[in-house]
């Protein structure tokens, strides 16, 4: 459960990282469009961020399932339990 947490921060942090500089760029400009601009860079920061971690976690799983196949899907036997 700890990684949901790491990555969660990671995602929140940088979501509003880009948001703040999107802030700088348009101070100025008020309206609905940049509004809803916000708001899609947020959403769209987070989901990057949170899908480039789970895909390095995937790869990392891939990476020790062709090195040594018995030893991960051993683990994997012991994480199911009927």
């Not at 987070?46 to 990476?63: P, Q």
């Amino acid at each position: 459960m700890g990684w949901l947490i790491g990555y969660t921060l990671a995602s929140m942090a940088t979501a509003f990282i880009a948001v703040k500089i999107f802030d700088v760029i348009f101070e100025g400009a008020t309206s609905v469009f940049v509004s809803i601009a916000r708001c899609v860079l947020f959403v769209a920061t987070w989901t990057a961020v949170t899908a480039k971690a789970g895909m390095h976690g995937f790869s990392k799983r891939v990476r020790q399932l062709r090195q040594n196949p018995t030893k991960v899907l051993g683990a994997l036997k012991r994480r199911v339990r009927p």
